[in-house]
């Protein structure tokens, strides 16, 4: 799930916009550090360059890209994300 949630965070960021998006953007790619942790099987915690990254990123950023990647399978006429706990 990490790791889907990942890619779609990196989707979106590929797919720039305004100047608003482009910072949102620049800062979403900070998150790169941290794919060694949400690949599966791979690092337990995730490394402090990744705790910074996420830490630098603005909430109205990660949550608009968090709501976007979730809306894709939907728009790609695939069933909505249902993820276990």
Same mark, same amino acid.
């Given at each position: #799930?990490? /790791?889907?949630?990942?890619? #779609?965070?990196?989707? =979106?960021?590929? =797919?720039?916009?305004? /100047?608003?998006?482009? &910072?949102?953007? /620049? &800062?979403? !790619? !900070?998150?790169?550090?941290? *794919?060694?942790?949400? =690949?599966?099987? %791979? *690092? ?11 830490? %630098? ?6 949550? /608009? &890209?968090?709501?976007? %990647? ?16």
């Amino acid at each position: #799930m990490k /790791s889907v949630i990942l890619g #779609m965070i990196l989707v =979106v960021v590929v =797919v720039g916009g305004s /100047s608003a998006q482009d &910072t949102c953007s /620049s &800062t979403l !790619s !900070s998150l790169n550090v941290c *794919a060694p942790f949400v =690949v599966p099987g %791979a *690092a337990a915690n995730p490394s402090p360059d990744c705790c910074g990254a996420l830490q %630098a990123i603005n909430h109205d950023c990660l949550c /608009s &890209t968090l709501r976007i %990647a979730s809306r894709i399978p939907v728009q790609c006429n695939l069933p909505p994300l249902a993820c276990p706990n």
